[in-house]
């Protein structure tokens, strides 16, 4: 009597004797099925190269398997920092520290960490336009994205807007709980424009929904004590203030804007010699 043998899976032994064709075909197939682009587009130079370097069978599936899960994990971040919603690309590699020496490199690459997301804490940078503030605010973003969190960017005016549409729609709450579950709320441009009553208290439900909860960071033009006006009501501006300090890292880029000076020395007249 034979005996069939339990140590394979039948269609491990319904597949013995393929033809190279038919098993180019079949890993085509099955790549299509089980959804791993990765390894049905590199998988004939994995053969070529595992064949090269002499790679056991465990060690050739390793690379393959690998290589699916780095560009999973590549389009993935991809797919964040493109949700994220940022107007332009910046990154901390190409941040000129020498041209602010109000930024602390040390400070930075902390929380390039995202140690500061993790807890729930706030983020400031305070300082006049050209001295790097946004470039940092996105820079940090983006690399919380490629760190997994998830991450919104917007224009504290937009977000405003957005919010009375929403609670003239009777949409607000739904509105407040996308803002809330984000793992970083990134908010631009807070304190370039004057914000009515009714626009300070929505945003002031958005920042309580994620008080030390998830992540806030802001950039403003405007020092805490001038946020009066942008903020009417005193009561209400201290309350926002609150919020955004509490745990915050501040870091305060100053006022001289690098950019402009970057701009003047580039189109200044070189002097002549007699």
């Given at each position: ?33 089980l ?38 994990d ?29 930024i ?92 009515d ?33 942008t ?44």
């Amino acid at each position: 009597m034979t005996t069939t043998s339990t140590s394979r899976p039948a269609s491990l032994r319904r597949r013995q004797g393929l033809t190279e064709q038919a098993a180019q075909a079949a890993i085509d197939q099955a790549c299509r099925r089980l959804r791993l682009p990765t390894i049905r587009a590199v998988v004939d130079d994995a053969v070529a190269a595992a064949t090269k370097d002499q790679l056991t069978y465990q060690g050739f599936l390793a690379e393959l398997l690998l290589a699916e899960v780095d560009d999973r994990d590549r389009r993935s971040t991809l797919r964040r920092i493109k949700s994220a919603g940022f107007p332009r690309e910046k990154w901390l590699a190409d941040f000129d520290f020498t041209a602010n020496p109000n930024i602390n490199p040390a400070t930075i690459n902390e929380l390039a960490t995202g140690d500061w997301i993790r807890r729930g804490d706030p983020l400031c940078l305070i300082g006049d336009s050209g001295t790097g503030k946004s470039h940092l605010l996105i820079a940090l973003a983006a690399a919380a994205a490629e760190q997994g969190y998830r991450v919104r960017y917007t224009l504290a005016t937009r977000l405003v807007n957005e919010l009375v549409e929403a609670a003239d729609e009777k949409q607000l709450t739904k509105t407040i709980n996308r803002y809330g579950r984000v793992d970083l709320l990134v908010i631009d441009e807070l304190g370039y424009m004057e914000l009515d009553r009714r626009g300070a208290e929505l945003l002031f439900q958005v920042l309580t929904e994620r008080e030390e909860k998830n992540a806030i960071a802001i950039a403003s033009n405007q020092s805490f004590s001038a946020w009066t006006d942008t903020f009417t009501d005193p009561r209400l501006c201290a309350a926002i203030v609150d919020r955004l300090t509490y745990n915050a890292t501040i870091i305060e880029t100053g006022t001289n804007s690098y950019r402009l000076a970057h701009t003047r020395a580039r189109h200044r007249t070189p002097a002549t010699g007699a």
